[in-house]
């Protein structure tokens, strides 16, 4: 299957500070790249979708100057927390399709954050 | 509308028999139902997938069984290895604009004991 790489797959960072993952699909073009987050034993949550140049679409309750994502090729996208703090603690994993109906959906590795 | 349920949360089963995981989902616009496994601390990987015009898929040990009109979908995973041991999730893909997202059921901890 196609790849999509995640990094940093551990980030540990100050509160009050700002942290960027990056999603990379390496064989493909991800016209839609996905957002999630994931609490422990718990199932995932989509956050956002973004098609590649436009503005991400964010789920309801996510905020959006919180989490900024961008998705500026067919093969990067972005997300910055910013001014983290504790609870954004989780693990985010992106996922990366090349937009067409019933197509596979590829997922990074996921991203542990922690924010002490 | 837009959930899934799976169930059961927790399995355990013997090393040999056979798994089953149930999924059931209410919106009929839905067009591919994935199953994912995830091992603690990675992201979800693809295990099969169905759609909906198909009753039955089968690669390998795993098998989808779907029904369409009762709007339920099943993972059976046979001969179940200790490997096998992990995290999995149904899901239901829908089509919103030019965007298909996933929707995840609740996840299912498999322990296939030795």
């Known amino acids: 299957g196609a790849v999509v790489s995640q990094h940093p797959s551990r980030v540990i960072c100050k509160s009050g500070t700002s942290v960027k993952i990056e999603c990379r699909s390496l064989?493909?073009?991800?016209?839609?790249m996905f957002w999630y987050r994931q609490f422990p034993k718990q199932s995932l949550m989509l956050m956002a979708t973004?098609?590649?140049?436009?503005?991400?679409?964010?789920e309801q309750g996510v905020e959006k100057d919180k989490f900024l994502i961008n998705h500026a090729s067919l093969t990067l996208s972005t997300l910055t927390v910013t001014s983290a703090h504790p609870e954004d603690s989780s693990f985010y994993i992106c996922?990366?399709?090349?937009?067409?109906?019933?197509?596979?959906?590829?997922f990074g590795q996921g991203t542990r954050l922690t924010v002490v | 509308q837009q959930q899934v349920k799976q169930s059961p949360q927790s399995l355990i089963v013997q090393k040999g028999g056979i798994s089953i995981i149930n999924c059931a989902y209410e919106?009929?616009?839905?067009?591919?139902f994935p199953w994912y496994q995830q091992f603690p601390g990675k992201g979800p990987a693809l295990l099969i997938a169905?759609?909906?015009?198909?009753s039955e898929k089968k690669e390998g040990r795993f098998t989808i069984s779907f029904n369409k009109s009762a709007k339920q979908f099943s993972l059976h995973i046979m001969d179940s290895q200790p490997g096998d041991s992990a995290t999995y999730f149904c899901?239901?893909?829908?089509?919103?604009?030019?965007?298909?997202?996933?929707?995840f059921g609740q996840g299912t901890t498999l322990q296939v004991k030795p």
């Open positions: 899901a239901a893909s829908i089509w919103s604009g030019n965007t298909g997202k996933l929707i």
């Open positions: 973004s098609n590649e140049g436009s503005k991400a679409t964010y």
């Open positions: 919106n009929t616009a839905f067009d591919y």
């Open positions: 064989d493909f073009q991800a016209t839609t």
């Open positions: 996922s990366a399709t090349q937009g067409l109906p019933n197509t596979e959906a590829f």
């Open positions: 169905i759609r909906p015009d198909v």
